[in-house]
């Protein structure tokens, strides 16, 4: 049974998708926490709701012992994969370490992006797109690394910009691909289908 944490600050739709998608595989995973830097955030009520218990570890001191306060959490659970959704906060090399997995020569550390990277990191990532009037955008699953939006890229989606598009129906044509390539990680999680070959990272299919 791989042990699987959400870290999120905000809404929390891909949190709430995650843990739905999860459910789908009892025997292999399971989504034991939900940690927010922020009380206030609504992910709190989507967990609660879907009976996932879910903590607020606030910034209030220093990052590495905000983080420490996390992994103490993380390890009384015996925590083995994060998922982050939508978690503001760039996490340290010293945090990600407990992460390390020697197979795949990355850490256990997952991230939905709102950009097809390299393009548009940082904040606001589809504002960024909207903005610059791509005829293309999409969203991209990565492992995490020290860097800002680097790490090795498992998945991406991509969607046209229709000529009608607004902000907010070309955001929501890329929630709906966030929460697909969520969903192929789960389930490439879920059968131990994430691989390495060389150089590249890779999630397999069924
Ligand atoms: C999502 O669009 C996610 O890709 C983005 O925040 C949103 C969270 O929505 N993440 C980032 O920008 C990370 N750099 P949600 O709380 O409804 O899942």
Not at 46 to 67: C, F, I
Request: glycine share 6%; proline share 4%.
């Amino acid at each position: 049974m791989i042990k699987v944490a959400i870290m999120a600050s905000g809404n929390g739709s891909n949190a709430e998708n995650i843990i739905r998608v999860a459910l789908q595989y009892p025997t292999q995973l399971k989504v034991v926490v939900v940690i927010s830097d922020r009380p206030q955030a609504f992910v709190h009520t989507r967990a609660q709701e879907l009976g996932v218990p879910s903590y607020t570890v606030e910034r209030l001191k220093d990052r590495l012992q905000h983080e420490e306060e996390i992994l103490a959490l993380l390890s009384k659970l015996q925590v083995e994969w994060l998922c982050l959704a939508g978690y503001m906060r760039i996490l340290s090399g010293t945090f990600l370490q407990h992460f390390y997995d020697l197979k795949l020569q990355a850490f256990r550390v997952a991230n939905i992006h709102p950009s097809l990277l390299p393009a548009f990191p940082g904040l606001n990532g589809y504002q960024q797109a909207f903005k610059a009037q791509v005829a293309q955008a999409g969203v991209t699953l990565h492992l995490v690394d020290q860097g800002v939006d680097t790490g090795p890229i498992l998945r991406q989606l991509s969607f046209d910009r229709a000529p009608d598009d607004d902000l907010t129906s070309f955001q929501q044509r890329g929630m709906e691909l966030e929460y697909q390539a969520y969903q192929e990680f789960i389930n490439a999680l879920a059968h131990h289908l994430i691989k390495r070959d060389g150089e590249r990272l890779y999630l397999l299919e069924e």
